[in-house]
């Protein structure tokens, strides 16, 4: 791959293109959500004990509450015991509602550890691609149902409409349905010879060659029935349970892992979920407040062009026992989200949340009380930083290429006190803030001649573009381009690109 290499400042003349995506479903929001936190219901709860944790929300001012967690996590597991579990919940309903508190059933859709149930239902399994036997995710020590399988599907969604029915939760968040680890059952083979042709197991194969075109469309696809389930789901929600909100749960948006390995992409979350809720573990302890803070812009502005709210959910354990709560990382956290203008849920690793026992949460009752007349506030920047998805997921190099750089960038602008805004795929669709005046791309090397038109007009109307290294080597989908997008670049834009053919 050839180097191009550049910094450029540029300034010429026009109006930013406005453009609209229509939607199919018009989204219900985060609504009751703003302020959540997770709880371990399960069968042995008593009145009483739902009473006082009910009580310890109310101190903290909780709005939401996302149930769920313990066996009840895997939701296949808890078959034998789901009456129990579906009363106990509606009596947490019942409590929270009293209370002016809405609820979340929270629960996987696919895993399970149950070996006679996979055994059952052997035909919805995820196969693995060198045994042909079941596929195990090894971190969880679990089988998965294929979410391609319109059997599984049509079971899921039996029993997800009886447990919203029979327990009168307000919203529905459902995890886990990707290709963690691939899937050869018959059902993706099927599909791969309907829409690609040829065989999966060959596709597989040729996909091992990160960067060729092979591993680009294999991510694509794993990508494309990702997002179809997630579809789906949203789309039955939508018609059979309209007052119902449909949650997601994401990554972070700025790493090429989902889109990469298991086909769970963040944009696919985001256009298909009320509101989507960010995971991040132990964050303290694993991560720095910078690039979270990078991340957290990105993700506003992913959500916005969306219309979908975005709410982070950090684990916040302590490092050296799990399930533990750590305050001061809560707390950072909290301050980080609200800074950033997203929600916060209170959470740790096993799915558990504020406790009776434990002080109330006085950030929350702060945010309530002072600083809600403000979430709706949008940021106030000149400079844009480009975070391409495009260029994300057709990274040969994890996300060395181009991720990386975009987080250097933000962690520069952030130690420097210069605000900046995140610009993503979408803001150019729909038409960049007219407060930018400087926009940066770094090495946003995937890019389509749409959006090549876009900065063009962005700079010929008095903007300042700064692009670095191989900005523009490709199209969209990773496709070498860069003949005809130099040529456009140099004519459009009146700069001249080095071409150093060492570099390789």
Not at 206 to 213: E, I, R
Request: contains cysteine; charged residues 25%; glycine residues 8%.
């Amino acid at each position: 791959m050839k180097s191009i290499l550049f910094l450029l400042v540029l300034t010429f003349a026009a109006a930013p293109a406005l453009a609209g995506q229509a939607k199919a479903f018009a989204k219900l929001g985060i609504k009751g959500f703003e302020r959540t936190t997770f709880w371990h219901v399960h069968p042995g709860l008593t009145d009483k004990d739902i009473a006082n944790s009910v009580d310890a929300f109310v101190r903290s001012g909780v709005s939401g509450v996302i149930v769920g967690g313990g066996r009840h996590h895997y939701l296949h597991d808890d078959l034998p015991f789901l009456d129990e579990q579906i009363d106990v919940t509606a009596r947490v309903v019942k409590a929270c509602h009293a209370k002016g508190i809405r609820v979340c059933e929270h629960h996987s859709v696919v895993l399970t550890t149950r070996k006679d149930y996979a055994r059952e239902h052997q035909d919805w399994i995820q196969r693995d691609f060198d045994t042909g036997g079941f596929s195990v995710w090894p971190e969880y020590q679990t089988y998965a149902f294929c979410p391609n399988n319109k059997a599984f599907r049509e079971h899921y969604w039996t029993l997800l409409a009886d447990i919203v029915q029979r327990t009168g939760v307000d919203a529905v968040m459902s995890d886990d349905a990707s290709f963690h680890h691939g899937c050869a059952c018959k059902t993706c083979s099927d599909l791969w010879a309907n829409e690609v042709g040829g065989s999966l197991v060959e596709a597989r194969k040729a996909s091992k060659k990160t960067g060729t075109a092979e591993w680009r469309q294999w991510n694509a696809v794993r990508q494309r029935w990702y997002t179809d389930f997630r579809v789906w789901l949203y789309g039955k929600m939508r018609r059979e349970m309209p007052k119902v909100q449909c949650f997601s749960l994401l990554g972070a948006l700025l790493s090429p892992w989902g889109p990469q390995t298991s086909g769970a992409n963040q944009e696919g979350m985001l256009d298909t979920g009320d509101a989507s809720w960010w995971e991040v573990y132990n964050p303290a302890d694993f991560a720095s407040w910078r690039p979270l803070a990078v991340e957290a812009t990105a993700l506003y502005e992913a959500g916005r062009v969306r219309k979908s709210d975005i709410v982070s959910l950090p684990y916040a354990d302590r490092a050296e026992a799990r399930d533990k709560v750590d305050p001061e990382e809560e707390t950072f956290m909290w301050a980080l989200s609200m800074a950033h203008g997203i929600a916060f849920t209170q959470a740790r690793v096993f799915l558990t949340g504020i406790t009776p026992d434990e002080p109330a949460r006085d950030y929350w009752v702060f945010e309530r009380d002072v600083l809600q007349p403000y979430r709706d506030a949008e940021p106030a920047a000149s400079i844009g930083i480009f975070f391409s998805r495009r260029s994300r997921d057709a990274d040969p190099k994890w996300q060395d290429s181009h991720s990386g750089p975009a987080i250097g960038w933000g962690e520069s602008l952030q130690d420097a006190g210069i605000p900046y805004r995140a610009v993503v795929e979408e803001t150019l669709d729909s038409g960049l803030p007219k407060d930018i005046r400087t926009l940066i791309l770094p090495n946003v090397f995937a890019i389509s001649d749409a959006h090549l038109d876009k900065l063009e007009r962005f700079v010929r109307g008095g903007g300042t573009l700064i692009a670095t290294h191989q900005t523009g080597y490709t199209d969209e989908n990773g496709e070498p381009r860069h003949d005809r997008h130099k040529k456009r670049l140099e004519k459009a834009l009146g700069f001249r690109i080095r071409v150093d053919s060492k570099s390789g």
